[in-house]
C-alpha cells in the first residue's frame, strides 16, 4: 500500500513559514497584497479563488476580489489590470483561468507586471523558468515540487511521466522536474500508447482533468503518483485523474484528491505573494 502524501500537512508547513515571515514584515510597515480577478460564473474557479481569498486572510495578507460578470469585455479587464500594476498596496495580481471564451487569455496575461504575476504565467516569467533562473514559480508544479522535497523523494534519473501539455501544470512540471534530474516525457491526448509511458514512469504526474484516466495497468509497482485532476463527479463527489483505490496498491506514495495538490497549489501562491512584496519593498 502507498504512502499517502498529505498536502494539507504539508502546504500547513509551507504557511506557517510564511505567515512568519508576514509577522516580521508588518513590523516594518509592509503587508503583502494580492489582487485576484474571476470572471464569470465558473463554479469550480468560485471555490478556487474564494480559497485563494481564505489563505491570504489566514496568513495575515490584504487581498482583494474583482468579480466581474461573464460579459465583461477586454478593455475593462486590461484598464482593471493597468491600475493593480499601479496600485503600491496590491504585489501580487492573478486572474483566474478560464476565462469567458471572448476573452483573450494571452492579452490578459501579457497585460500583468512580471513582478506582480504572483501565478508565473507572463511571457517574461517562463523564460526565466526555462533558463532556471527565476523569481516565481507556477503554483501548481511548485506545489508538487515541494511534496517530493517534503517527503525525500530524488528526482534525479528517475522516469518522469507528465500527462497533460498545458502552460498551467503540463510543461512547466516538465521543466521542474528536469531542473531536478528527472529523465522526463511529457504525454498528451495524441500519443501513441500513452499506457506504455505510464507504466514505465518512476514519478507519474497527472493532470489531464478526466475522472480515474490512469488506471491500474498505467502504473508501475513502487511508482510515485502525483494527481492533479479535481474533477466533480454526477454524485457532487471530487474524484482525481487517478483511479485512487486500484494506483494505492501498486504506488509506493500518492496523492489523494482532495487534500493533495490543492492546498500546495495555494501555499506557493502565498508564496510568491510574500516574495512579490519582499522584492517589491527591496528587502531580499
Ligand atoms: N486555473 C487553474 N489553475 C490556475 C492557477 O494556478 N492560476 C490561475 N490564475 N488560474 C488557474
Request: net charge neutral; glycine share 8%.
Amino acid at each position: 500500500m502507498a504512502k499517502i502524501i498529505d498536502g494539507k500537512v504539508i502546504s500547513a508547513a509551507v504557511k506557517e513559514k510564511i505567515a512568519a515571515e508576514v509577522r516580521g514584515l508588518k513590523e516594518k510597515g509592509i503587508v503583502p497584497g494580492l489582487a485576484v480577478i474571476i470572471v464569470g460564473e465558473d463554479p469550480a474557479s468560485k471555490v478556487y479563488v474564494s480559497n485563494k481569498k481564505k489563505a491570504c486572510e489566514q496568513l495575515g495578507m490584504y487581498s482583494v476580489e474583482y468579480a466581474l460578470p461573464e460579459n465583461t469585455q477586454i478593455d475593462e479587464l486590461l484598464k482593471l489590470i493597468d491600475n493593480l500594476n499601479k496600485d503600491s498596496k496590491i504585489n501580487g495580481i492573478l486572474c483566474q483561468l478560464p476565462l469567458p471564451r471572448h476573452l483573450d487569455e494571452d492579452a490578459v496575461i501579457n497585460a500583468i507586471l512580471p513582478e506582480k504575476d504572483v501565478d508565473a504565467f507572463h511571457p517574461v516569467n517562463v523564460g526565466k523558468i526555462m533558463n532556471g533562473d527565476y523569481d516565481f514559480l507556477p503554483c501548481t508544479p511548485a506545489g508538487i515540487m515541494e511534496m517530493l522535497e517534503y517527503e525525500g523523494i530524488d528526482v534525479t534519473g528517475k522516469n518522469c511521466v507528465v500527462i497533460g501539455r498545458s502552460n498551467i501544470v503540463g510543461k512547466p512540471m516538465a521543466m521542474l522536474l528536469l531542473h531536478k534530474n528527472g529523465t522526463v516525457t511529457i504525454t498528451h491526448s495524441k500519443t501513441k500508447d500513452l499506457a506504455a509511458f505510464c507504466r514505465n514512469a518512476d514519478i507519474l504526474v497527472a493532470a489531464v482533468g478526466r475522472a480515474k484516466f490512469v488506471t491500474e495497468d498505467m502504473v508501475k509497482e513502487g511508482a510515485v503518483v502525483i494527481d492533479v485532476g479535481i474533477n466533480r463527479m454526477a454524485d457532487g463527489k471530487l474524484c482525481g485523474d487517478v483511479d485512487f483505490d486500484a494506483a494505492e496498491k501498486k504506488a509506493s506514495y500518492i496523492t489523494p484528491v482532495p487534500g493533495g495538490v490543492g492546498p500546495m497549489t495555494i501555499a506557493t501562491l502565498m508564496k510568491n505573494t510574500l516574495t512579490a512584496a519582499k522584492k517589491q519593498n527591496k528587502i531580499v
